[in-house]
C-alpha cells in the first residue's frame, strides 16, 4: 500500500474527526444556534451520505462480491453486510444512554437555560460519557472515511466533508456540559476537539487489523458495512436533528441539494 495514499486517507479522517471542535467553538463564539445554516448543513451531510452509499460504496461492495464470488452469493453477501452495517450502528446507539447519545439534539442556548439545580459532578459526567459515546462511534465513520479514500481519494473527501459537518453538533454535545460543569472554556474545548481524535486513530487501528485479512470478501463486507452505517446516521441522526433545528422545508432543501452535488462530484471524476 502506497504510504502517501495511507497519509492522504489518515489526513481526511483526522480532518472529519476534529471538526467536533468546530461545534465546540460555536457553542462559545456564537450567541445564537444558526438553526436555519444547521438545518441545510445537516440536511446537505445526509443527502451527501445517502446518495453516495447506494449509489458508489454499496455498488463498490456489490462488484467486488460479484466479480469474486459470482452473482447471486455475491450480491447476497452484499446485501447481508449492508444490514450488518445498520444492526452494529444501531446497537451502539441502543446501548448509549439518551443523554449522553451523540445523536440526541444539543444548542449553544442550553448553556443558557441549564438549570442551575443541577449538580457540577452531574454535568462533568454527561460531558466526559458523551465525548466516550462520540468516541465509540466515531470508530466506524473513521473506517468509512480511511477505506474509502484508500480506493478513491475523491470519494473519501466527500465523506469526509459529510461527516465533519455532522460532527459539529457533537462538539456542542461534548463541550456545553462541561463547561457548566468546570466554568472552563479551555478544559470544554479541549474535551471536544480531542474526542474526535478517536476517529482516525480507531481507523488507523482498525485497518492495520484488518489489513492482513484484506481479501475481496472482507472488502466487500467493510464497504457494504459503511453505506448501511452511513444510511443509518443519515436516517436516525442527520435528518432529524436537521428538522429539529430548523424549517422542515429547509432540511429536505439540503438533503437533495447534497445528493445533487455528490452526483455532479462523482459524474465530474468518471
Known amino acids: 500500500m502506497d504510504f502517501d ?35 441545510l448543513s445537516l440536511g446537505f451531510s445526509a ?57 440526541e439534539l444539543h444548542s449553544i442556548e442550553e448553556m443558557e437555560n441549564q438549570p442551575k439545580a443541577m449538580k457540577d459532578k452531574k454535568l462533568m459526567r454527561m460531558g466526559m460519557f458523551t465525548a466516550l459515546a462520540i468516541g465509540i462511534h466515531n470508530f466506524p465513520e473513521g473506517l468509512a472515511t480511511f477505506t474509502a479514500a484508500l480506493q478513491d481519494p475523491n470519494l473519501g473527501i466527500a465523506i469526509a466533508v459529510a461527516i465533519a459537518i455532522h460532527n459539529i453538533p457533537e462538539g456542542i454535545a461534548v463541550s456545553v456540559p462541561v463547561y457548566y460543569a468546570t466554568g472552563s472554556r479551555r478544559k470544554a474545548f479541549r474535551l ?37 452505517i452511513m444510511v443509518f446516521i443519515s436516517l436516525d441522526e442527520l435528518l432529524p436533528s436537521a428538522r429539529e433545528y430548523g424549517e422542515h422545508h429547509l432540511s429536505i432543501y439540503g438533503l437533495f441539494a447534497g445528493m445533487a452535488v455528490m452526483a455532479v462530484s462523482l459524474l465530474l471524476f468518471l
Open 47 to 103: 443527502g451527501v451520505m445517502i446518495y453516495v452509499s447506494f449509489v458508489e460504496i454499496f455498488m463498490k461492495a456489490k462488484d467486488t462480491m460479484v466479480e469474486a464470488y459470482g452473482e447471486q452469493p455475491g450480491t447476497w453477501y452484499t446485501v447481508l453486510a449492508f444490514f450488518g452495517g445498520v444492526l452494529f450502528i444501531a446497537l451502539i446507539d441502543k446501548f448509549i444512554p439518551s443523554a449522553e447519545n451523540p445523536h
Open 192 to 228: 471536544s476537539f480531542l474526542s474526535g481524535l478517536s476517529e482516525p486513530i480507531g481507523a488507523l487501528i482498525g485497518y492495520l487489523i484488518l489489513m492482513p485479512f484484506m481479501t475481496p470478501l472482507t472488502f466487500g463486507i467493510i464497504f457494504a458495512g459503511v453505506a448501511g
Open 5 to 39: 495514499a495511507i497519509l492522504f486517507a489518515f489526513g481526511l479522517t483526522l480532518f472529519a474527526g476534529l471538526s467536533t471542535g468546530i461545534g465546540s467553538a460555536m457553542a462559545f463564539f456564537a450567541k445564537r444556534t444558526n438553526t436555519r445554516f444547521l438545518a
